[in-house]
């Protein structure tokens, strides 16, 4: 018999037993780790993604960032490629596109630092914690992408993909953390939040609220005001019609215990003139000068000292990359918080903006802009894609 006749042979033989015994025989070729590890169910994965790219240091965001084509990233070994849903606009990625965070990066760099998507790929270690479909939520630069791949290590799994979970990954967890590490609230004691009523200080003023004390929020708006006094804070302040200073020294006589200070300028120096004895302010940004040259307000820093010292007061900075070793406990506490109803969680997407509906890449130039001219109420995300079925 020819080489060619016996494997014929050798092969029918083994077809005749597959069809008796198909029961019992396992192919020992196993295809399912492919559509676990690519999203071969959808079979929508693009050749090319757009991401917005800072291409030159600038504080203007619209000059600093350019969207791009570039190849979709292959995920390495303990990554996950994400086909982005939503992304969260901070204040602070003004300070980024600027080089003010980290001097040492230059351009080009990718921009963003959180969002919401899909699993559409993702490698062999990241394969043991995820699969492709799964919805997360991830802290990390580069999100303003249509694809995005970030290390299994920075994501986190939600539930379904909805923009309320942005609120939690930067502006919630900076409140918690802030509050919870530098300044020990005690029940009674009057906190300002500047800002009350952006993606941040809608959290401060209600974690004040759950320590039992005394909240006092600025705002821009009687709108904003009305939303404060319905998560709880005792005294909105507009400061658009009202004296800030004025009432501070008015109202509260005794001093400010607690300041959670996001604005910079002489909304700073008000807060410090206004401490109480034992007072302690955290900053946690200075939005009113991001966009200047320098990306500050002047402050009245050669009288500080003997302030402080007058009233045994104490100024803290608190910058959230630096408290990571608390941010996964702190996340998944805020999640549960969330979900328990313990927390409202505002967030704008646009929607009274006179152009529409923050929908696209192409719409995070627009609310970089809507945010910075003050007109969100609460947390500012973008909708970078409609939802894909898997």
Do not use: W
Not at 50 to 78: E, H, Y
């Amino acid at each position: 018999m020819s080489c060619f006749a016996y494997l014929t042979s050798c092969r029918r033989s083994l077809l005749a037993g597959h069809r008796m015994h198909v029961s019992s025989l396992r192919s020992i070729i196993d295809l399912s780790y492919s559509t676990h590890c690519m999203d071969y169910r959808d079979s929508s994965i693009p050749a090319f993604t757009r991401k917005m790219v800072v291409t030159k240091l600038s504080p203007n965001f619209r000059d600093a960032v350019c969207i791009q084509s570039a190849n979709v990233p292959t995920p390495a070994d303990g990554e996950l490629l994400i086909r982005n849903r939503y992304v969260g606009i901070n204040a602070s990625d003004i300070n980024y596109t600027a080089g003010h965070y980290d001097p040492s990066v230059r351009p080009p760099f990718d921009a963003g630092f959180e969002g919401i998507g899909t699993v559409a790929g993702l490698g062999l270690s990241a394969s043991s914690h995820y699969t492709v479909g799964d919805t997360v939520a991830y802290f990390g630069e580069g999100a303003f992408a249509e694809y995005t791949v970030v290390s299994f290590k920075k994501a986190i799994a939600i539930p379904t993909a909805r923009p309320v979970y942005l609120t939690l990954l930067v502006s919630a967890a900076t409140a918690h953390i802030a509050i919870q590490r530098l300044v020990n609230l005690k029940e009674g004691e009057t906190v300002l939040v500047t800002a009350a009523a952006g993606g941040t200080g809608q959290f401060a003023v209600q974690f004040a609220k759950m320590a039992g004390c005394h909240v006092v929020g600025t705002c821009s708006s009687n709108e904003k005001a009305s939303f404060l006094k319905t998560i709880g804070c005792d005294r909105p302040i507009n400061y658009k019609t009202e004296d800030l200073g004025s009432i501070l020294r008015k109202e509260y006589p005794r001093g400010l215990d607690v300041v959670y200070e996001s604005i910079g300028g002489t909304i700073f120096n008000l807060s410090v003139n206004n401490l109480a004895v034992q007072g302690r302010l955290i900053v946690i940004g200075f939005i009113s000068g991001y966009q200047s040259a320098s990306g500050l307000q002047p402050v009245k820093g050669g009288t500080l000292p003997v302030k402080l010292l007058q009233k045994s007061a104490t100024v803290s900075g608190f910058f959230l990359p630096h408290f990571m070793s608390d941010y996964k406990e702190t996340l998944s506490r805020l999640i549960e918080m969330f979900v328990q109803g313990k927390l409202v969680c505002e967030v704008d997407m646009g929607d009274l903006d006179p152009e529409g509906y923050f929908m696209g890449l192409e719409s995070v130039y627009r609310a970089v802009d809507y945010m910075y001219a003050g007109k969100n109420l609460g947390k500012v995300v973008v909708e970078v894609a409609p939802h894909s079925k898997l």
